[in-house]
């Protein structure tokens, strides 16, 4: 797009502006302001956005700091390496105050193939509470129900640093087991 531009400005010899001022194209680029509903010419530096232009979509570049591992001769597994295709589901549960929510979610692609949470409208209907251990058996029921229909039917779950494996998480992984869901724990 570079190119593009400065072969657009070059083929032009001189470009006036609204005062029959001659200006030098290389030098300036326009800029337009709102005054008196004329175009005004500014000068703008050679190292500004306009040079660092992407040919492909007209962005800035820009660059993303990746993370370098600390020993990058390190050797990876074969565990490491297929874990996410030989296991590619896995169930993630959010337990607040208010509601209960799980989903299953495919490890490569990171797209979510079943939701469900007691703030949904026809489960709110029917429970009392949206946070005890009826709703969180009836969250795991749902959920199983709609992984069978997107054919899933195994899925990992491993408990976040802060969460336990009791009570209510346990409850939501007991009633996928029960409702047909095979779910791997990995307990550190």
Same mark, same amino acid.
């Given at each position: 797009? +570079? ?18 001022r001659?200006?030098?194209?290389w ?23 306009? @040079?660092f +232009?992407? $040919? $492909?979509?007209?962005?800035p ?5 990746? #993370? ?7 050797h990876?597994?074969?565990k ?11 169930l993630?549960?959010?337990?607040s ?6 989903? +299953? ?9 079943? &939701? ?5 409208? $026809?489960? #709110?209907? &029917?429970?009392?509470?949206?946070? *005890? ?11 199983a /129900?709609?992984?069978? /229909? ?10 976040? @640093?802060? *969460?336990?494996?009791e ?5 939501? &992984?007991?009633?996928?087991? *029960?409702?047909?869901? $095979? ?6």
């Amino acid at each position: 797009m +570079l190119k593009q531009a400065l072969g657009k400005v070059f083929s032009k010899e001189t470009i006036t502006n609204g005062a029959d001022r001659l200006l030098r194209p290389w030098i300036y680029v326009p800029t337009s302001a709102l005054h008196g509903g004329q175009v005004h010419w500014a000068p703008r530096s050679f190292f500004g956005v306009e @040079d660092f +232009l992407d $040919d $492909d979509n007209s962005k800035p570049y820009t660059y993303q700091k990746g #993370k370098k591992s600390k020993n990058p001769n390190k050797h990876i597994s074969f565990k490491q390496r297929t874990g996410a295709y030989m296991e590619p589901f896995t169930l993630d549960i959010l337990i607040s105050k208010r509601f209960v929510s799980a989903s +299953l979610t495919h490890r490569v692609t990171c797209k979510q193939v079943a &939701v469900a949470g007691t703030n949904s409208k $026809d489960i #709110k209907a &029917v429970l009392k509470s949206r946070c *005890d251990i009826p709703a969180c058996l009836a969250v795991g029921q749902i959920l199983a /129900e709609r992984a069978r /229909e997107a054919d899933v039917y195994t899925a990992t779950y491993t408990p976040r @640093d802060r *969460d336990k494996f009791e009570g209510k998480i346990r409850a939501v &992984v007991q009633s996928l087991i *029960d409702n047909g869901i $095979d779910v791997k724990v990995y307990l550190d």
